[in-house]
Structures are given as C-alpha cells and as structure tokens.
C-alpha cells in the first residue's frame, strides 16, 4: 500500500499539486494507526471530509478554526483517564489554524505540558479562504490581503517564528520539517510520537502551488529551494539542545526561490529588498548556528 | 441520605464528583469560581479520580470537554456570562455534532458595563443553539438536575448537550440544606457512560465534517427534531428520578404552583420568592408557572396552563434589546392560537442583579391588573422602594 | 411560622460571610431550617461587607436580601461611622456590636435594642488574634436563643474541619462569649 | 451495522470513502511512465499527493516499475518533474 | 452617478471607501473574503485613505474597531458566520458601550457541520445585543444601507452599532448592476464622524467601568429605549437618503410589496424571488412583507400590515432550536392582541444554502393553506423537486 | 503632587498593600499624560472604575478580558489615521488577561508589530476572581485552582516566560520590572514610551498580597527578594541584544522568599521540590548570562 | 419581459465564473439587465463548477439559482462524462460545447441544439494559452444574439483592467469565434 | 457640561472620582510617623499602593517630612516596613 494510503485514501478535493496532500501522506504514515487526530478547519479538513465521505481512516475530529489543540487535549485526557496510555493524540492545523486565531490555544496547550503532538502544516496563508495574508506569511509575499499594490510590495511583516516561539514555551519537542526531505519528517514525526508526556510540536513547510501561483509540478522543486536558499532551516530541539539538520554548503540566492512563484513576482528586481531578506536569513541562521555552537541550554520541559 | 448546610457551588462539586465524571476542564469567572475551586481542592487531595485541566480560557474549557466527550469520557465544565459568550462558537458545534456535554452556567449578566451579578442573559443568547437548558430555582434542584443532565444527554434517543443553569449569587453563594446523593446510587441511575460513536483508533470514524446544504439541512433538519422530542426523555428521567431520590419539580418540564387566575411565569431562583408570597397570600390571586426547562421550550404544557387565566405576567431576566424578554415572546407565540385568551404582559426585571424582591413582585402584580395586554415594561429597581 | 433574619456587618477579610455560614449550620443542626448568603460587592479587604442568615422552622424558599433583619451584627464598631445601621434593622430588632463599651453613636429608634460585648478582647485572649467572625455568634445565641451553644460547636467543627486547632479555640471563645452574656 | 447517513450529527463512518471519488476525471494532462527508463527507485512515489503511484511488479519486467493509477491521478505532473530518470513524460488528456 | 455591473463584495469595498472610513479591521472568512480583499487592493493601491489592519482573529477585529472608533475614527469590519459567532461577547460590549460601530454581515450557516453557504442563523444568533440589524434585498440596497447605518449609529439620540445583513453568495457572490454613491455626496451626507465621548488626552474619560446592579439595570434600560427609540431615526435616514439618492426600500423598516390577503415574511435576498414571482402571479393572492429592520423590531408596523390578513406565513432562514424561527415568534407576538387575528404559520427554509426557490415557495404558500395556524415546519429540501 | 497622582487617583478598591496599585502609580506616572490605556478586566480594573467613579484621569478604555491589546491597535491606527503621532496607547493586563486568555490577541499585535506598549503587570495568578492559578503561576504555588492538596502539591508546571516569548516575535523592545526596583522599571517604561513603531513589551511583577498570603507590609520585602534570589531576573531587549540590568553577587535561598508566603508554605522543608526550583533558576541564568556574553543576536524588528 | 438564463460548465481554474461575469457586464453594456452568479461548492482546481447568468429587458429581482438554461456552455467536453447537461437545460434550449467535434456523448432530447466550437484551438492559436473561459462567449453571442460582440469587447476591457494585453488578446479570439460561428 | 450619569454606555466624565471615596475608614492600623527620625529621604512615598504619602515642608521643621494623607491611608504598613530609619509605627485604629 502507497505512502500513509492506510490512514489517507485518494479521492480528496486537494487541488493538483498540492503540497499539504504530501505532507498529510507522510505524517499519517508515520503516526500509524494507534492515533487520534483532532484538525482545525482549513484545505486540509474542508477537503478530506465532505459529508458523507472523508479520506480518514484514522478516528479524525473536527470542531472549528480555533481550537485544535484544545480538542486534542480533551481527547488525551479522557484516553488517560480511560487508562489508554498508548494512543498518541495530534492536533494538526494550517498556520492559521495554529499560528494565528488557535494560537492562544496551542500556547495554552504548550503551557499545560498537555501530552500531545501539534502538527502544524503551513501553506504560509489562509489557503481555504482563498490565499490571504497570516503569521506564517513570508516577508513581501503578496497574498490577497497583503496584495502587491501600487503603494505597498506585498507583506510588510517578518514570519512569526512558531517554533522557537515554543521553544521558548518549553514544549518537549520542537522539529521543523519539508516534505521534499520526507525522511526526515517521517523520522521526526516518528520521534515525536514515541515520546510520551509533554507537548512536541512539528512545524512543516507546506507549498500551496495554487496560493503561491506556482506551477503544480514544481511544488517540491519550491520545498527543496526554501531549504538550500536557507529560508526554511531544518532543525529540532531536544531537551533544550538545539540540532540543526542540515546545512546547506552554499546557500542558494533567494530570488531563485521568488522566480518561481507569482507571489513573489513583484520583487523580481527588487535588489533592496531581496538584500534585505538575505541578510534576514543570514541573521537567523547565525543566531541558529550560535546557540547551538555554543550548546546554550534552551528552556525545558523540566 | 442526609441533608447537610453547604454552599451552592460545593454542593454542584460533591455531586459532579459522584457522576463518575472522568474529565473536568474550566476556567475561573464569578460567579462560578467556588464550583470549579472545589473540584480543583478534591482533585488536589485524590477524593475525585479524574482529569483536571486549567485551562487558559473558556473557549479551550468547552473544546476540550467537547474532545473529551467525543473519546468516550464524561466530562463537566461550568461557566457564567462572559465566559459563556466566549463559547458562543463552540456551544452550537457542540449541539450540531451531538455530543452530549453538560455544562453548569451560574447565570450572570453580559457586558457592558461589566457586571458580576445575577440575570438570564448569558444563557438566554445561547437559546437558539440545540442545548436544553434548566433553569433551577433551588440549590437542591441544581444538585438533582445535573444527575438528570447526564441522563438525559447520554440517552440514545437524544444524544444532546444540557445546560443546567442556577442563579449567580442566589444560589452559587448561599449556605443552605441539600441532600446530596451518593456515588453508588448516583452511578446507579446514570450507568456507565458509553458514548455509542467515540473517537477509537479500534472503530475509527470522522465527526465534524464538511455538510453541503442538503445534508445540512437534513442534519439541522434531525437536531431540531431531537429537541424536540428530548421533552419526551427529560421527563421520563425526571420521573424515574423522583422515584428513586424522592425529589419532585413539576412534570420537569414545567411546575405550577397555587391557582390564582393571574399567572406569574418565571424562571430561577425568583420562584422561591413568588411561592414564599403565594404560601403567605401576599400576592392576591397569584399562582406560579415556572419553566423549568426553555429548552425545549414547553410550549403545549404552557398552553395547557395559561390559556384559561384572566392574566399572564411574565417575568423576564433577559431583554433582547429592540424587542421584548424572550420568554415572553415565546409565551405569547404558545398562547397565539387559543379562544379568549388571557391578557398576556412582560416585566423585564432583575438586570445586572438588581434584587426581584417582594416590593417589585408586589409592584410588577399590581400594575399588571392595571396595564393592557401587550404592555412590555423594565424595572430597573428605581420604581419601587429598595427597603421593602 | 416563624422566620428570622439575621444580618452581619464586617469589613471584607474579617469573615462576616463566614459567619453567616456557621450561624446556618448551628441553626440546621438543632433541627431548623436555614440559609445564608453573602452580599457580593467588589470590595478587597478592609471594605465594608455585609452576610445575611434567615433562620426558620419550615423550609425558606424567600430568595430576596435581607433588608430589614431581626437581628444585625456589627463584627467592627468603627464601621458604624460610615454604615447606617439602624435602617436595616426591624422595628423592635436587635443590634449587637463587638465593641468595648456602649456605642455612643448608635441612637436606638424603632424600639430597637442595643447590645454590645467585647469579642476582640475575648478572641485576643484565646485565639491570640482578633478573630471576632465566628465567635460573635456565641452573644447572638445567647441574647436570641434562635441558635443552641451545642448547634453552634457543631457547626464551628463542620466550617473548620481541616483546622482542628481553630475550631477548638473559636469554640472555647464562642462559649465564653455565650456564658458571659447569658449571666 | 448502521449507515452514516442514519447517523446523528454527521458522524462518518464509511471510513476512507473519498475513494469513491475518482479525481482522475479532473486531470488535462496525463503523466506516462516508461517503464524501460523507470528504476524503480520510488522517488515519485513519495511526493505524489494523490498516493497513486506505486512500485510494483509489472509484466514483462523483473524489478518493480512506477505504476499509476489513473483512478485517482489528478495530472500535477510532480512525478514527472522529480523523477531523476526521466521516465515520466506527459501529454494531454483526452477521454 | 451611473449604474456599473460588479459583485456584490466589490460594490459593499466600493461604498465603505467611499464613507471617509479610517480604520478597518477584519479577518477573512468565505463568503466576506472578497469584501476585504478588494478593500486590501484599494488600500495597497494608494486608493483609500485609511489604516487596514490583518488582524489574527474575528475577536481582534470587532476589538479593534471597537478601540478605533471610541477612539474617534470611522471604522469598518466585515465577517460571516464562525467569525460572528466568535465576536459573540464583545458583540454585546459594543453596544453597552453605545459605539457606533458599522460591521457588514455575510450571512452564512453555523457549524456544526461546518458548511458555507447562507442562511441567517449568524446574525439572528445576535438578535438580543443591542445591534441594529438591516437586512438586505439587493447588492445596490446593501450599498445604501451601509451608507444609512453610518448615519444611523453616529447619530446622537442613537448611538448604536448597526450590521448591515447581506446573504452570503446570493448577494457577496452576484455580479448586478449597482450605483456606487460618489464620494463627495456621501461625505456630504454624512458629515465627519464626531463622537461626542472619544478617548482623547485633551478630555480624559473613562469607558466601560464596572456598574453595579442598579446602574447596571439603569443603563440597560438606557439602552433598550434607544433601541426602540432609533426606529424614528432609521425612517428619517431612510427618508432624506431616498430623496437625495432616489431609492426606498418601503419605510425603512419595511416593505410591503403586492397585495394579496396571505402575506409572505421574509428578509433578506429570498425576497427577490417572492416579487418575480408576485409580479408573473405565479403565487396566488400572495403578498410580501419584507423586514428590513430586525433590530430594533418593527412592531406596531408590521401588526398594521398584517393584522387585516387571512394568513401570515413566515420564512425563516433559521430556526430557535427546541421552538420555532425568531421571525415567526417575533411575528406572533406583535399580532397577539389583535382581534380577528390571521393565521399564522412559520416555514423554516433555506438552512445551510439550501436554494429557497419557486418549488419552495409554492410548496410552502400551497402548504399554509391547508395546515392550521402555528404550524412550524423545517423545510430541508427534500420536499420539493430540486429541477424547478 | 505623589507619584502617579496627576493619572491615577487615590480611593481606589484594591486591597491594603496591593503590589498591583504600586506598579501602576510608578507606570502612569512614567508615561505621563499624553497616553491612552486600553485595560484588560482583572484586579486593576474592577478597583478603579466602580461606575461612577474612576481613578484614572488619562483616558482610559476597557471592553473584555481577552482583547487589550486589540483594543489597543484599533486605538492606535485611528490616532494615526487622525494624524495624531504624538500620544502613546498602552494595552495594559495582569497576567490573565495577557499571558492566558488575552496572549492570542498579545501575539497577534506582535506579530504585526503594533506600535503600542504593552504592559503585563504579573500577580501570577488571576487575584481578582479569587487567586486561581494562571500561566503566570509559578511552579509550586498553591492556588485555588492549583491547591496544594494531599495528592498534588500546588501548580506542577513552570512559569510561563512571556518576556523571551516576545522576543522571539521580534518585539521592538522587551523589558522585565520589579515595583522594588522603581527607578528601573519607570526608566524602562520611559523608555518604550519614547520609541515609536513596533510593540514593545513589559513584564512587571506585582505582588498580591491577599492572594500570596502575605502579609501586607511585607508587598515590597518580598518583590526584592524575587530578585535577590533570582527568581525574578531584571533584564532588556533591544535591538536583539540582551541586556541583564543586574545581577545579585549572590542568590539568597529560594527558601527565603518561600518563607514569606502562605503560597509556598506547603514546601518548606521540601528539599528536593526547592532544589529542583534553584536549578532552574540556576539554567535560567546559565541560558541569559549566556546569550548576553556572546552577543546573540536575538530576533529583531528589521 | 423576456428573460434569458445562462450557464456555464467548467472545471475549477478554468474561469467559469469569469465566464459568466463577462457575460453579465456585456449584457449591461448593450443596455439589458443582467445578473450573474456562481454555485460555490467547496471544490479545489480541477473539479466540476457551474456559473450562472440572467439576462433581461427589466430589472431581475429573482434569485434562485438556475435549473433550466435556456443556454449552457461547456468549456471542456471531458466533463460530459460526469455531468448530465442534458437535464440542466430547457425544452428547446441549446448547448455549445468547446469540442473539436459534435459530442458524441451527447444526446439532444426535448429539442435541444446541440453546437460545437474547437476554443481550445482558437485560444491557443491567439492567446497562445488554452484560456476559453471568455472567448467561448463568442460562440454564445453568435448563436444567441443575446449580447453584441461590442458589448463583449467593452465587458472583457473592463474585466481586464488591469492586464490590457490579455484583454486585447482576448477581444480578438473572441471576435474570432463570433465571426467564425456567423458562417 | 453634561454629568457622568446624563451619559450613554456608562462613560465616565469625572476622572480621578474614586478620590471622593476615603479609604482610610478601612484602616486597622494606623501608621504614626516620627518627624524626628524621618530623614524626608522620600522611599516610603516610593511604595505607598494609595499615593497617600508626600514628603513636605512640615512645621517646625526645616527638611520636608514624610506626610501621610489619612483620608486614603489604609494601614497596609509597608511605608512603615520600607523606612530606612524605623520613623514610622503602627497603633491600633480607634475612631
Ligand atoms: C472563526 C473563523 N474565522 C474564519 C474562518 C474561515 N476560515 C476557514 S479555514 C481558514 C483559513 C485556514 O488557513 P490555514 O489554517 O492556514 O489552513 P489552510 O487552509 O491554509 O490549509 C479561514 C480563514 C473560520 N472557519 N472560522
Ligand atoms: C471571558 C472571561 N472569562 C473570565 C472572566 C473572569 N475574570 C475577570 S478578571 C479575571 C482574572 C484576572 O486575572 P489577571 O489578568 O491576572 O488580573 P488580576 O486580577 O490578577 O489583576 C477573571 C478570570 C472574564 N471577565 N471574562
Ligand atoms: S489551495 Fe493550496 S493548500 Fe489548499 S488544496 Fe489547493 S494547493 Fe492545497
Ligand atoms: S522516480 Fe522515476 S525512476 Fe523512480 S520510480 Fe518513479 S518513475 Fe521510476
Ligand atoms: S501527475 Fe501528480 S497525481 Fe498524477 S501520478 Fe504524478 S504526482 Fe501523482
Ligand atoms: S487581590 Fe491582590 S492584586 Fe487584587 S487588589 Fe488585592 S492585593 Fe491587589
Ligand atoms: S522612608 Fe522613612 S525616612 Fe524616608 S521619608 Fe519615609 S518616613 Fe521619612
Ligand atoms: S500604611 Fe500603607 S497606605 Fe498608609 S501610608 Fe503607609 S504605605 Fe500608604
Ligand atoms: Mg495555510
Ligand atoms: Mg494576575
């Protein structure tokens, strides 16, 4: 049987192409089956499960935008007071499920050290709703809420940084994943699953070739250039100590990456602000490389 | 099977402790604090074996009892106001996906201004969500309709979530004498929970998908008609309750109290007050109908007992502002096809905690007999002595 | 039948609601029926508060405040600076005051009868600090008889379950207060 | 065994039915493998987000090829684009 | 002055750039989104004058206008359904705080199921807030009724916020013929917005303290008359705005259309169709009575037009679950003291974008006819051919 | 005329001793008059507007418990909008309003970089409902949600650490303040008031004595003791550097503040729970002191 | 009053809607009263969508969806395999398929004309992208009469306003097929 | 002028109002300070919760002295525990 079919069946409403379809794939296959899965609403809910059918085959919930993590952490508890303790519990959202408007619950969830896994896939928009602008939107992309326009490029905020945001919350577990490196999701996921007790949080890049006004074939050509330009960094932090998995020779210059995505079309050219986010990167990558260089014990659970 | 002194919200504690309650998620706002305080100080000393979460706030305590219900535990959380309108959202998915939460609300005014004590807006704004709602008028009453909550929520034939309300302040916060069933009995009555489509990686299945309009509205189509028909099972438990715990309310559904011609038609903990006045004749003529459920709305009971008064008088603790008080409306909407049917007035009392005490009852009776049917009035406290 | 109400006036912190609390359950435990509430305002500590008991041989199902009580306790003379006692007291009602002498500024009217002890004094000398709340209640039973010591002592053992060593003192204060009173 | 449709609240539990949506009816162009150029090494598997490739045994042939099933492949040309081989062509579809 | 065909989204962008707006605030949800994106393309285009803010959350955004215009800026959001529902509490803050507020209503279906499509469960779901409710037709009434609402809130014996109701898809989706109003008569029409209590350093004030029960009770009461009060102010609005800009919509509260001796209730697009129908005669001695104005609720107006019926027969797109459609219990009330009262029956239809088409109609005029007053029915669909 | 006075006036409800009232007469009187506040409900709140009185003689808004920092935006853009660049809007809440239910809306402003300031100002628990246990709490407290009961021993998990929180959102500036240490924290919330753009953000521990179980001459004793024994670090980010405003020579006992507290009273004499709370004071430090000497760049607004 | 109803049968992405827009604005244009509207389904690109479109000398004030077109075009012959456009369409009434040949599938009933235009042909001819959401409009003009091929041209400027080259582009496919099915 | 009761929606006019409201009848314990010992070095002021405390030119005094307003005071006795120079007691309140 194909890569997570077992958990997933064909037949979505996903558009062709779609990145966040790879990465359910992968993730499902690497939950396995003793998992409950609590979603936010979003392409991913909206298109697997169209009443009288889903793509499930996993026990799957659904309840509104906001609240994922909140589900997710009832369901734990009722397994753990039924004295289920094997069944791992995901709350898995879109970064406007879980960035945004199901932030304070993921944070509370984070908080509380509830014993879950949150996925958050992140088409770095509000795809469902047709592209608009979120927390996860990339600095100068245009969405249809930040759109390019005649007075203002595109998004004039940084992407919020989900993952060290809960690093700093001292969640178990904190990976981000690309499914162009699938493996490594795979493992993360896998890792994140056997762990029991505390909140592991998976943050995945998740091209949207429809919202990004890329050609549907290149949606992981898109994933593997977000690695190699350095924009999207490969790393996971475990017990405070930061690994970062994979480390470009030579970072690929970041137009290469905006060449091929119309909503990047507009700063085509746009030597300043191309400089700007490589030096942005650049930046991070340093502070990355510091801390883990230096082996600074970042917060944890305990 | 003693009766005990204690307060309101330690009493809804001690008796959702013998629920077999296996999941408790809520987050703290006057006037529910004590309820959910004293649970966390059984939780802390082992004497209630079940999950506890502290939520960061009540949109997360509804989701995640909605979760926990969904895998098969039963679950409690209780919220007041603000609170409540938090979970506005989630409230009707809980109804829509038919999951049967119960959920005690110590009923208080909304915002603005800011506002801590007692009156029905809070819950009444949650009328049209598929929840059935009690409104109790005692502290032994809220102790026995939770029992009964869990009983009717988990009937197969209902399968709907209960929201048993009590007056902030009234009745959360007053000392009095409650017979507080005990645990084997309790679990007796109540059986195990066994929610018939849980959430289990053995059975899976996928809750809370996508409706297109005509499945929507085939599925609205089935919980409206659930609501309905849930009169049916509320007082058959409410019966079967009687007997074995020997506590009456009405038929559930409805109490009527006295047999004056002009009906007083009320909800909550007022109803003490009006039967207080009807025992000691101050109120001339009066007799009491008080709506124990809203939800479902007793609507052929109410005809039953109001189409042959000379008067109806309700009592409304809610307006919906640019109308009237919705218990009026709804009563006015039962009584709309009757011969000669009674004059029928609203007096939206008791807002934001202002006392109903027996100067207003008093006032409200009086200057019903006097005003036409029809006549929608506020009393906001300023039109009778407040040192009756 | 016969009901009573019973008032307490206290400053937020000094456990007037509590007091209203014991005096339900003494009052259950000889046999009556009771309720007590407190008056919810937003005060923080030091503010005035008041708690409010209705004592009764039948089951009370009156839910309003108390507006006029038969009997008021003041836990703190200096409150009655700022609190017009009188007018929540029935005609012919009883007021007593935890204070060390007559209250000057408590002008009896309606036939109302004033008394006074001097609880802080007491609740110094056996519990060590000034916990009036509870043994207040000790001149209330005597001067009313509504309550029994013994009703009382039961209802202190309920309220202090956890705290043994409270409950003992509250209850030897408690019965100081009531003997003084009653001679 | 109940029906979904006999359920309350929209409680699915035809599990994995999407399947009964054959999405290959909204391709344009379909992805052709050639099986004398396919390896094998099942990388387009991995990122089709349909899960409709599979390496398998095919006829004629002694190690396991790229298999398509039509069924469900919506044409998003992923395969062909990160096949390292080569084996996957396109044209245009045609019904 | 001329009409031009555009969508209904783009038309409602047009017309808020065009009323001198300085804040908007808003998070997309289907079927608002094109409304903000095409304000987004306006303000990323240089083409109107104002802050727009991405807010993270429905919440965030009423909050946000909220602050904006205590703050002394005319302000817009725009949401739909889930998103209403979550600004559920501070819905009714808004209005406590007597701010005058403008939001545009894309009415949408409540979840459980999550479904897209419209019906007016969202924003009836409100009804008890404070909010004045305009309920529209037409894409070019949404457009004039925006420019009223900012009129009606920002005047001084109103004070209040208004939501402007437009069905989701029928009326957001629909590319017709629209006259935006140009922007230098609607400025002129408006006025600058001065509120009279803005948050200013020079004039220091406070808003929303906490209020004790009988202020509390005081401003409610404040409150529910200006509610009832801003009828006057909606006809006078609607008045001078015909004269200046040539369109009625009946009084500005309602619209009475045909004159057949069974009157239809309804609000909303679905009106449209009834006159089609209406004008062919294809609903036998049928007329329409078309709330506009929910909120505050046009009482005595509408006992005047249907009192003289044989029949009254109520379309609700949402139902009270456990009792009927608002509309029809709002309905009965107003008649209730009539003599010689019509039948009245209520049709819940159209629930979760179920297309309320002429099979429906008919089904449901041809239905009332034979079945007795007070009859509730839920209509999902299946009672009709789909292929009219 | 005292400190705070000209915006803050005495007769306010809040408790004898209240550490609460303290920090706001020192943050009112630093921002001066030219402000707007946008407060959350809480303690602060409810003492000082009881209609129709008010203590505050700035202008002063509050709607709901989650929103002061939307609240705030909208406050904001329209003074911009208005042309008015000139006053500052502060979102101000306790650790409620700002670190649980109202942190989705904190993050949101962040994450857009709103220019206001916001202020947390900390009791570690919500005081005005009666002390129960927020994300504030810190660990081991007893709290009437978190009590400390025969089985469970008071909250059982870590203070949420909302200052570096913010700084992983890119706060233009992040500032920790003790009421102890009035002078720093006036000049640290002088020093937000005079930046323009970007959200910067104050964390203020504001000891509550009733809910502490204090006594309330002892509010001042025991903020100074949450310094010297470092559980309360006094630090600043600026500009992605880390700044440490002071360091005790030496930690005094966690014991010592314990002591003072009817909160912790259930853990004296707990070695191994007090030990276990040193040592993460200790890997705190160790992380911070850290940062600062190396010079990491933390996450900064461009 | 005359009222004509049109719809328009496409896959997600493929400009449906636009289809029906286009034809709205152009009817307004040549001085009718139109209308337009999609059927929102939830589906991605690639799925089935219909669009809608009235018609009318008076103003349009019905707005149920439409059941029966008097017109329906299909963009995309495949879809005739899942769609049934036979029931979708009015006695008498017509279908114009974008198609290289006469559908096959196809099977007139109740009097229904049947035509075909090869769009696909023609766009990649002259826009050189398979775009025949709009051009297909052509072929309705022509058949119908209902718009004017100028009133096409003003709807396709205004629709893209901001991308002239498309719209030019588009304006000459479309005229090309106006003219080509006139023949 | 309009009064804060004539307003709409509870706005409050009468900024600083609570100042009509004297805490200091909640006082258990009064703070007494010792002028001679007071060095007027201002750290009471500092921590006083009410603002109730302004260090002033005092009669017979030539340095400004710590004043306590006992209008507000509420006798929490931090001023009295925060003095560097042990010049404020506490007695009992008695009125
Ligand atoms: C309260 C609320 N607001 C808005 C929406 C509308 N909505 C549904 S999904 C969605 C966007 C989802 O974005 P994301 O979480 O990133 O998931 P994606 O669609 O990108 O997979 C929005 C805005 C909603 N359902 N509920
Ligand atoms: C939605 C909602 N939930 C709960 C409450 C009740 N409530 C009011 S203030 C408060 C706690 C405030 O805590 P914090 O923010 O820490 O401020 P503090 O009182 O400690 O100063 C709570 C729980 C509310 N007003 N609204
Ligand atoms: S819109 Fe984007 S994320 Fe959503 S289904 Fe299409 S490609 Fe996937
Ligand atoms: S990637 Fe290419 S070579 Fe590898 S299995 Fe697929 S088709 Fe064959
Ligand atoms: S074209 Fe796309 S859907 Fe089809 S097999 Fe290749 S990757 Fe899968
Ligand atoms: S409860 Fe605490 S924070 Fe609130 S007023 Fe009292 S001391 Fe201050
Ligand atoms: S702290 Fe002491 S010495 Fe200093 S001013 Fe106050 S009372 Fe005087
Ligand atoms: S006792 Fe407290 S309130 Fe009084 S002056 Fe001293 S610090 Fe201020
Ligand atoms: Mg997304
Ligand atoms: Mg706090």
Redesign the interface.
């Known amino acids: 049987m194909g890569i997570g079919l077992r958990q997933f069946a064909p037949g979505h409403r996903t558009c062709a192409g779609c990145g966040s379809a790879i990465v359910f794939r992968h993730v499902l296959e690497a939950l396995g089956d003793d998992v409950i899965i609590c979603q936010a609403t979003g392409c991913m809910e909206v298109t697997t499960t169209p009443y009288p059918e889903t793509s499930f085959k996993v026990p799957w919930i659904h309840v509104v935008f906001e609240n994922a993590a909140s589900v997710a952490t009832g369901v734990k508890r009722a397994l753990k007071a039924q004295g289920n303790n094997h069944t791992r519990v995901v709350a898995m959202g879109g970064d406007g499920g879980m960035i945004d408007i199901g932030f304070g619950a993921v944070s509370g969830a984070l908080e509380r050290g509830e014993d879950i896994i949150i996925i958050v896939y992140d088409t770095e928009a509000y795809s469902n709703t047709g592209l608009q602008r979120s927390g996860g939107t990339p600095f100068g992309a245009s969405t249809t809420t930040s759109p390019a326009g005649k007075k203002i490029p595109g998004k004039q905020e940084w992407k919020k940084n989900i993952a060290m945001i809960a690093v700093m919350h001292r969640a178990k577990y904190v990976a981000t994943a690309n499914p162009a490196f699938w493996a490594d999701l795979q493992a993360k996921v896998r890792k994140a699953y056997e762990m029991e007790g505390g909140t592991r949080l998976i943050h995945i890049y998740s091209p949207c070739p429809i919202g990004w006004h890329v050609d549907p074939s290149k949606t992981i050509k898109v994933a593997k250039l977000a690695v190699e330009t350095g924009l999207w960094m490969l790393y996971e932090v475990e017990e405070g100590k930061l690994k970062i998995n994979y480390k470009p020779k030579e970072f690929k210059p970041v137009e290469e990456y905006f060449k091929l995505q119309g909503r990047f079309k507009h700063l085509l050219g746009r030597k300043d602000i191309i400089e700007m986010v490589e030096r942005h990167v650049r930046e991070h990558w340093e502070m990355m490389e510091k801390v883990e260089k230096e082996g600074i014990d970042l917060p944890k659970l305990v | 099977m003693a009766r005990e002194v204690m307060e309101g919200s330690q009493a809804v504690a001690r008796i959702v402790a013998n629920c077999d309650v296996k999941v408790i998620a809520a987050y703290p706002i006057t006037p529910q604090t004590h309820i959910v305080q004293e649970l966390a100080k059984m939780h802390a000393d082992g004497l209630i074996d079940c999950e506890f979460v502290n939520v960061e706030a009540e949109f997360s305590a509804i989701s995640a009892i909605l979760g926990a219900t969904a895998a098969g535990a039963r679950s409690f959380t209780a919220t007041s106001s603000q609170g409540l309108a938090l979970m506005h959202e989630v409230v009707f998915a809980a109804a829509g996906m038919r999951l049967p939460l119960v959920m005690v609300i110590a009923n208080r005014a909304l915002s603005a201004p800011i506002n801590i004590w007692n009156d029905h807006q809070d819950s009444i704004a949650e009328r049209d969500s598929g929840w059935i709602q009690i409104y109790c008028e005692s502290v032994q009453e809220v102790v026995d309709s939770v029992v009964q909550a869990y009983k009717i929520a988990e009937n197969k034939n209902v399968l709907l979530p209960v929201m048993v309300c009590m007056d902030g302040f009234y009745l959360t916060h007053v000392y009095e004498p409650v017979e507080i069933p005990p645990k084997s009995k309790v679990h007796k009555f109540l059986g195990k929970f066994n929610y018939p489509y849980k959430l289990d990686p053995k059975k899976p299945l996928t809750m809370g998908p996508l409706g297109f309009p005509a499945d929507y509205a085939r599925l609205r189509k089935q919980l409206a008609e659930a609501v309905w028909n849930s009169k049916k099972v509320i007082k058959e438990v409410h019966d079967i309750y009687a007997k074995q715990f020997g506590r009456v309310y009405g038929d559930g559904l409805l109490e009527v109290y006295g047999d004056g011609s002009i009906a007083l038609v009320a909800m909550g903990s007022v109803c003490g007050t009006i039967k207080d006045m009807i025992d000691k004749d101050e109120l001339k003529d009066v007799c009491l109908v008080r709506i124990r459920t809203f939800r479902p709305f007793p609507k052929d009971e109410i005809v039953e007992v109001l189409k042959d008064r000379d008067a109806v008088v309700v009592l409304d603790r809610n307006i919906s502002l640019g109308n009237a008080g919705a218990v009026y409306l709804e009563v006015r909407d039962a009584l709309y096809d009757e011969k000669d049917k009674p004059k029928v007035v609203d007096f939206v009392v008791g807002l934001g905690g202002v006392d109903v005490n027996k100067a207003t009852l008093n006032y409200v009776v009086e200057k019903a007999r006097t005003v036409k049917s029809g006549h929608v009035e506020i009393v906001d406290g300023s039109e009778v002595s407040s040192s009756y | 039948m016969t009901m009573h109400e019973i008032t307490v006036l206290g400053?937020?912190?000094q456990g007037a609601v509590t007091s209203?609390?014991v005096l339900?359950?003494a009052a259950?435990h000889d046999g009556k029926?009771?309720?007590?509430?407190?008056f919810?305002?937003?005060?923080?500590?030091?503010?005035p508060v008041f708690s409010f008991c209705r004592i009764s041989d039948e089951q009370?199902?009156?839910?309003?405040?108390v507006?006029?009580a038969d009997y008021l306790l003041v836990l703190d003379a200096?409150l009655l600076?700022?609190v017009d006692v009188i007018?929540r007291v029935k005609e012919g009602g009883t007021v007593i005051v935890n204070s060390t002498h007559a209250p000057d500024k408590l002008k009896s009217a309606k036939g109302i009868n004033i008394h006074h002890v001097d609880a802080t004094n007491i609740a110094l000398k056996i519990i060590g600090k000034p916990f009036v709340n509870v043994i207040m209640l000790g001149a209330f039973a005597s001067i009313s008889g509504l309550v029994s010591l013994n009703g009382l002592k039961k209802a202190i053992d309920e309220m202090f379950a956890s705290k043994p060593e409270v409950a003992k003192l509250n209850k030897k204060a408690t019965e100081t207060i009531y003997k003084s009173m009653k001679n | 065994m109940p029906k979904t449709k006999d359920l309350p609240g929209g409680i699915i539990i035809d599990v994995g039915s999407t399947a009964r949506n054959k999405t290959g009816s909204w391709r344009t162009f379909r992805p052709v493998v050639d099986l004398e150029k396919c390896t094998g090494c099942g990388i387009c598997e991995k990122f089709c987000p349909e899960g409709c490739i599979t390496i398998k045994k095919v006829k004629g042939y002694d190690k396991p090829k790229c298999t398509i099933d039509y069924d469900y492949c919506k044409g998003c040309l992923i395969c062909m684009e990160e096949c390292p081989f080569k084996a996957i062509s396109s044209v245009v579809e045609s019904k």
């Not at chain 3, 029926?33 to 407190?38: D, G, M, N, V």
């Not at chain 3, 009370?60 to 405040?65: G, T």
């Open positions: 400053r937020g912190g209203a609390y339900a359950k259950f029926e009771s309720q007590a509430f407190p919810f305002g937003v005060e923080r500590r030091g503010a009370i199902k009156l839910r309003q405040q507006y006029h200096a600076d700022n007018s």
